[in-house]
């Protein structure tokens, strides 16, 4: 699924859409349109908008239209992905289709220069909303501080993978993310959210954004080494341990326990 990584490729796309006027609108599913919006709603509200500029916050894209216009939001839920005009920056997403199908497309905005810029979603758990509330989203994890992490984690007796995965509280992380950060850092997803030390969290904050910026390097989330032992068999590329398999925070989660333990100093720490 479209984790920060993929959302920003969105937005370096989009950015590319910048000067460009919006001339049509097409919103063929109704249904993908949030907030009570319908199709006649959103075309008078941004039809004839010059793209100003692009922003993000953690998987929410924004594409500003001037002061006089809402701001627009795209969400890209499980299989959303973002094309300009021939240009795809993803042309597959993990654990989804690589076919380009038309009947896919949930949004698209027609611009003067003849691209379009738009949303295919095969399984439609996407959206587009006009002025999103950027409040209810925490803080982005491309650039979260220890300071910001702790307040996220503090008091919080929920699997830590849980409370990474709750956007409310860090915007940006998924299942992958998630999962290659905790290895890197040697925590336990399951370990309670609240219960990391400050060296801990630290460790952790310095694991998330170096996480980020490596993978982003080597093009997505699904880039990690956690990534090719994710299965039933699969080994802690650290220390060839067999990982441990189990569902936390309700997503397939792999970790090494033995790792864990180690960084800890504490056996069973997080079972």
Not at 24 to 52: F, R, S, T
Request: aromatic residues 4%; glycine residues 12%.
């Amino acid at each position: 699924m479209p984790e920060i990584l993929e959302v920003e490729a969105y937005r370096r796309l989009a950015d590319r859409a910048v000067g460009a006027r919006i001339v049509g609108v097409d919103a063929p599913d109704p249904w993908y349109l949030k907030g009570g919006l319908d199709p006649a709603q959103v075309v008078a509200a941004i039809e004839g908008a010059l793209i100003v500029g692009t922003d993000r916050i953690g998987k929410l894209l924004l594409v500003g239209l001037g002061p006089d216009r809402p701001e627009l939001g795209l969400r890209f839920g499980m299989t959303g992905r973002l094309v300009l005009g021939d240009d795809a920056p993803i042309e597959r997403l993990e654990y989804s289709s690589g076919r380009d199908d038309p009947a896919w497309d949930r949004f698209a905005l027609r611009l003067d220069d003849g691209r379009r810029l738009r949303l295919s979603d095969p399984r439609r758990l996407g959206g587009v909303e006009l002025d999103p509330d950027r409040s209810a989203l925490g803080p982005d994890a491309w650039a979260v501080t220890s300071a910001q992490l702790r307040r996220a984690l503090a008091g919080s007796a929920a699997p830590l993978k849980a409370r990474l995965l709750d956007q409310s509280r860090l915007a940006g992380l998924g299942n992958l993310l998630v999962d290659e950060s905790l290895w890197r850092a040697r925590l336990a997803p399951t370990r309670a959210a609240g219960s990391l030390g400050p060296v801990e969290v630290r460790r952790l904050a310095r694991r998330i954004a170096s996480t980020i910026v490596d993978l982003d390097g080597r093009g997505g989330s699904h880039r990690g080494d956690l990534q090719v032992e994710r299965h039933r068999n699969g080994h802690c590329p650290r220390c060839g341990e067999p990982l441990e398999r189990a569902t936390v925070g309700g997503r397939t989660s792999y970790w090494c326990q033995r790792c864990a333990d180690a960084a800890s100093g504490r056996a069973g720490l997080g079972r």
